[in-house]
């Protein structure tokens, strides 16, 4: 899990960076009264960036939007050098049931890491 001060915090999602590799580590509920400061907050802390690696062991709760906004930040690019890795640890159960019957686990760009091992920092 994330350590130290939170990136983003409003009381039901709170998002703190994790060490290297780069990553973030997300905890609470992800559903429409935080889903607009979900996607602001990953845009800003993941800009640039050719791999992120998000840790999800603390997300509760998770609408199909939220996990819309966290599978897209996985990109092929287009052939411009604008490809973007997207690393999912601990994803929980239910998360990765529906990112499977949905298809989302094989978004180009979008790995899922089977051992369940956290990024260690950010």
Do not use: F, K
Request: charged share 20%; glycine share 14%.
């Amino acid at each position: 899990m994330g350590s130290g001060p939170a990136a983003y915090d409003d009381g039901g999602l709170r998002i703190t960076r994790t060490g290297i590799p780069p990553g973030l580590a997300l905890a609470g509920e992800i559903d429409e009264s935080t889903y607009s400061r979900l996607v602001t907050t990953l845009d800003e802390l993941t800009r640039g960036r050719r791999e992120v690696h998000l840790d999800l062991a603390g997300i509760v709760y998770c609408d199909l939007a939220g996990l819309r906004a966290i599978v897209r930040l996985a990109s092929p690019g287009t052939g411009d050098g604008s490809a973007r890795r997207l690393v999912l640890h601990n994803v929980p159960a239910q998360l990765q049931a529906v990112l499977e019957i949905i298809g989302w686990d094989s978004v180009p760009g979008l790995s899922l890491d089977q051992q369940g091992a956290s990024p260690a920092g950010y």
